[in-house]
């Protein structure tokens, strides 16, 4: 199921676990050295953003836009991964010795492994951006569920990290495997919606399904919100009659023809991690007749508002005002002391202004809102909410879902079975929204209900 | 430094009461004065109350208590004013020499010599005559705020943002916390010479009853939201014609809630975020075309706190100036703000003029709160014409909401509206939000 989701949201029909089953015993590997590690990680990093994504072109790619987006990947990858590596071994060594959290420090290495034989060389030919993108899918596939593993880690460990440390920690990781796996997930679909060089009957109505289709590799340039939103509703309130008997309903209000660049496996995470905290709510507070209102709200942009942001760009970086810039939050490293976040926005502060503001969702249900004591930590990755007898029960288990939280669950993005009732959805929610500059506001009405407010940018003219 | 031999002699036999203009030849510049006596009371600690102690204490009003009263106002005035006074004297001097901070600090100066020279309060006659004293002063402090405003506003090269709205958080809300002991204080006095009030003994039958000086126990959400809304329609159309269309207030929620608090800081507020709504629809609409959407207003309690959320389509926050929403120190509106903070009544007005604005809709209820009778500020601020934009509004609502431990906050959905979220505190145990002393002299 797993990789007929990826296919279906990349907009073609081969799956790049396919790619990895047929090609792994061809990937070389080259060994990490320390040294290795810590000169990649002394490089800064590219702050990405969707510009960048898209630039190569729309697919089918020329041969020379694929090459071009392979060597751009390559230039890209091996910091990232680098800081990674550095960061998880700033861990205390007894967190880093459990053995799933080793496990992930091992595949972290892995992935590095198999991009340094590429140190130095350039993507030429054809035949090596094909071994290349093998190499990607096999990146892809290895990481799939880091996000559960590291969470079962975090928890055995969690005597000797505090809470907060790991909120740090899991922040800064997280963002940075967004951009990661988008990199390399982007390369793929590019690919495969290229193939230049395969057989055109094969594969021809698979190109000519790109050509109509608004994707560029992961991106869809007409993603509309409404479309997913429904979709979503349609799968979480399948869950909700398994589970309660009881379906609420969702009212959509504003614009809801909108559409927006953006990236649907992301916004589906996000709206699927809301409405089923929604929907929950909702339904255990006796209030499933209610519908949950959405608001669909998309933000204007005028020439004018453009040029007034390029030229208020400079007074901002003097006052150090916050602003959503649009800057890759992947890029902040603790361990390497690298870019701070009003640094990386300074120099990106010129993409703000080719860029459309997006759009903000508003959900509103009356499903009691959530407690004060809930409220502090609800930003947390699910770690102060368990007693020992929970987590027992959960480290022990083969499975580490139990139940019918299984079922919640939702695969792909989130890269695992187990990341409901482990209070993931948020944090992770929220690192996705916040990727390209949007984020997620909470407003908890106790004793009424909740107002989210999911602000998205999107990319602009491509 | 020219200043320092100047009056120091002739300012200490001056009598208290008589405020001779203040003025120098050479600019600005606050005379010299010896600061030990400042000293001694920036050492002293402010004691924070809440309402429910003002409550309690002001339902069974004896002598002795109107006394006891007096003199806790008598003390934390010229200590809490010390203070303030402190954290003036700390801000970078060319701060200090702008005409309007220097105005306001000279106020505060006199007001802290006044109040510190009040002799202890031992009979119903000191009382009086402390009484007058505190209208008097109030009186005058009426300005603080426009004129404060535009201070900041002006000296914001030599101050950062970030200090000057530090600074106005602590002056204004040191300013709410001082008025509110005095107004408070004057209230109960006016409740013990009142003619049903017999001494010791609660009133059952009058409409005092519900009123502790200048609490009002029974605050309807309801009915505060519709005053206020009708008033902000009112003040819209005077703006924008008779003909335009404004849009639906819709209350919807616990409609019957009622909590303890202060009705003209509510008013206030709820005036401050229904008015923006109010504007932002109309002229977004254009005036008279079609329906506009209506603003939604939710009452929500809980048992410990009471939520207000106003909801409107008036286009949401512009992106440019969502980062200065709650500063004193305005960003790309700057010079447009203070045209027209200047413009406010009551800015240029002598004390001699000083005239208490008549309000809009006098309910026979309302005529005990303390707002209307001293002079309040606010009035003079929420009786401004509408498109007389100040951009203070939301940081000063947000000052008096957080004064008893509550909160606003905003949340914008670029181009369609905004949703404002207060959160009052119900039971009125919290105690007043004070910078303590602490977080003053530390170097």
Redesign the interface.
């Known amino acids: 199921m797993l990789g007929l989701r990826r296919a279906k949201h990349h907009g073609f029909r081969l799956s790049p676990n396919l790619l990895f089953h047929q090609s792994t015993r061809h990937i070389q590997t080259a060994t990490v050295t320390d040294a290795d590690i810590a000169r990649l990680a002394c490089q800064p990093l590219h702050p990405l953003t969707l510009a960048d994504l898209c630039k190569h072109g729309h697919p089918p790619l020329s041969e020379q836009s694929l090459l071009n987006s392979a060597n751009f990947t390559l230039s890209l990858l091996p910091a990232r991964l680098a800081h990674r590596i550095q960061s998880l071994r700033s861990l205390p060594y007894i967190v880093v010795a459990n053995p799933n959290v080793s496990k992930i420090h091992g595949n972290y290495v892995h992935s590095l492994s198999t991009l340094l034989p590429y140190a130095e060389r350039r993507i030429e030919t054809l035949k090596d951006e094909v071994e290349f993108t093998a190499v990607m899918a096999d990146l892809v596939q290895t990481h799939n569920n880091t996000i559960s593993i590291l969470a079962r880690g975090f928890l055995e460990a969690r005597k000797y990290i505090t809470a907060k440390e790991v909120t740090r920690f899991l922040d800064e990781h997280l963002r940075a495997r967004i951009g990661t796996r988008l990199i390399a997930e982007q390369h793929i679909a590019l690919h495969f919606s290229s193939q230049p060089h395969n057989d055109l009957h094969e594969s021809a109505h698979h190109i000519r399904d790109a050509q109509e289709s608004s994707y560029i590799g992961v991106i869809d340039t007409a993603l509309k919100p409404a479309h997913i939103i429904r979709n979503c509703e349609a799968t979480v309130g399948e869950i909700c009659e398994l589970k309660y008997g009881v379906r609420p309903t969702i009212k959509m209000v504003g614009e809801t023809e909108t559409s927006i660049a953006h990236i649907p496996m992301h916004l589906e995470y996000v709206l699927t991690e809301l409405l089923k905290n929604s929907f929950r709510a909702t339904i255990e507070a006796g209030m499933e007749r209610e519908a949950i209102e959405i608001t669909i709200a998309p933000a204007p942009a005028t020439e004018e508002q453009t040029k007034t942001l390029k030229n208020k760009a400079e007074q901002m970086i003097h006052d150090h005002v916050g602003v959503i810039s649009n800057y890759d939050q992947g890029s902040v490293d603790y361990a390497s002391g690298g870019n701070k976040p009003e640094r990386a926005s300074a120099g990106n502060i010129r993409a703000l202004s080719d860029s459309t503001p997006g759009v903000t969702i508003r959900i509103r249900d009356r499903g009691g809102g959530i407690s004060p004591e809930n409220l502090t930590k609800l930003w947390d990755y699910g770690f102060t909410t368990f007693n020992e007898d929970e987590i027992n029960e959960k480290t022990s288990s083969s499975d580490p879902a139990g139940g019918m939280d299984a079922v919640m669950s939702q695969g792909g993005v989130g890269g695992g079975i187990s990341l409901a009732g482990l209070g993931y959805g948020l944090p992770l929610g929220r690192a996705y929204a916040e990727y390209f500059g949007g984020g997620i506001a909470v407003q908890s009405l106790w004793g009424w209900g909740t107002d989210v407010y999911v602000s998205l940018r999107g990319v602009g003219k491509v | 430094m020219i200043n320092i031999c100047r009056r120091p002699s002739a300012k200490l036999s001056k009598p208290a009461r008589c405020f001779r203009p203040y003025s120098l030849a050479n600019g600005n510049i606050p005379p010299w004065r010896p600061s030990n006596v400042l000293d001694e009371w920036v050492q002293r600690e402010a004691h924070p109350i809440s309402l429910r102690q003002l409550t309690f204490f002001g339902r069974t009003l004896t002598e002795s208590r109107l006394l006891s009263s007096a003199n806790y106002v008598r003390l934390e005035l010229p200590t809490r004013i010390a203070h303030r006074l402190r954290n003036m004297q700390t801000l970078p001097y060319s701060a200090l020499t702008n005409e309007h901070i220097s105005h306001v600090y000279e106020a505060y100066y006199r007001a802290f010599e006044t109040f510190r020279k009040v002799p202890e309060v031992r009979t119903l006659d000191d009382n009086d005559r402390f009484c007058e004293v505190l209208k008097t002063t109030l009186k005058e402090h009426l300005t603080v705020i426009p004129r404060l405003a535009m201070g900041i506003l002006e000296i914001q090269d030599s101050v950062s943002?970030d200090e000057c709205d530090q600074f106005m958080n602590t002056l204004l809300r040191s300013r709410i916390s001082r008025r509110v002991i005095a107004e408070q204080h004057l209230a109960l006095n006016e409740t013990f010479h009142s003619p049903w009030h017999f001494d010791g003994k609660k009133s059952g039958t009058a409409p005092e009853d519900e009123f502790v000086g200048e609490i009002f126990l029974k605050c309807n959400a309801k009915e505060i939201v519709e005053k206020c809304a009708s008033r902000a329609s009112e003040l819209t159309r005077k703006a924008f014609g008779p003909d335009v269309a404004l849009p639906k207030i819709i209350l919807q929620?616990h409609l019957e809630t009622t909590f303890p608090y202060i009705p003209s800081h509510l008013e206030y507020i709820l005036g401050e975020l229904l008015r923006n709504s109010i504007q932002a629809v109309v002229e977004r609409r254009g005036a008279g075309r079609d329906v506009p959407p209506p603003i939604e207003v939710?009452i929500?309690?809980?048992?410990q706190?009471v939520?207000i959320?106003v909801s409107d389509q008036g286009g949401?926050v512009d992106?440019?100036i969502l980062?200065?929403l709650w500063s004193f120190a305005k960003?790309?509106r700057r010079n447009k703000r203070l045209q027209n903070l200047g413009k406010v009544p009551r800015l240029a007005a002598t004390m001699q003029e000083l005239q208490i604005p008549p309000s809009s809709d006098p309910d026979s209820a309302e005529a005990g709160s303390s707002g209307e009778k001293f002079g309040s500020s606010l009035a003079s601020l929420s009786g401004r014409r509408p498109d007389l934009r100040l951009g203070i509004g939301l940081p000063m609502s947000r000052i008096y909401a957080e004064y008893w431990a509550g909160s606003l906050?905003l949340?914008?959905?670029?181009?369609?509206?905004c949703?404002a979220?207060l959160q009052i505190s119900r039971l009125g145990n919290k105690n007043e939000v004070l910078s303590t002393r602490a977080s003053m002299d530390a170097v």
């Open positions: 943002g929620g939710l929500c309690e809980a048992a706190h939520i959320r949401g992106r440019e980062p200065y960003g790309p906050e949340h914008s959905l670029e181009g369609y509206g949703d979220f």
